[in-house]
Nanobody, 124 residues
């Protein structure tokens, strides 16, 4: 029903930048709240950022606030995560998630659709 494909991950030096993209194959993309989550080895999946389907309200985890920016281009069915000043602690698999007409929740259980993830590795 909803297919999400992440791209843009890779290896980057600490202090560097990466831009992740999530392309959605779905009708009426503009009606979906979108989120980014990440999971490091041995840790639970955690919230990173989200953007509401209408009004562009955003939420950020304290650990990334001021460094990461979530945005969307509804005409292209794409949500971005611009990451700057990357730290080794940011190393994880990053997942794109979607929920229809919902608030920009920080909880994984509130999102109905998930991508396969893209690996981000920050070397120190």
């Amino acid at each position: 029903q909803v297919q999400l494909v992440e791209s843009g991950g890779g290896l980057v030096e600490a202090g560097g930048s990466l831009r992740l993209s999530c392309t959605a194959s779905v009708e009426s993309f503009s009606t979906y709240t979108m989120g980014w989550f990440r999971q490091a080895p041995g840790k639970e999946r955690e919230f990173v950022a989200s953007i509401k389907w209408i009004g562009d309200s955003t939420n950020y985890a304290d650990s990334v606030k001021g460094r990461f920016t979530i945005s969307r281009m509804n005409a292209n069915n794409i949500v971005y995560l611009q990451m700057i000043t990357l730290k080794s602690e940011d190393t994880a698999v990053y997942y794109c998630a979607a929920r229809k007409r919902g608030s920009p929740s920080t909880l994984t259980k509130d999102y109905s659709y998930w991508g396969q993830g893209t690996q981000v590795t920050v070397s120190s």
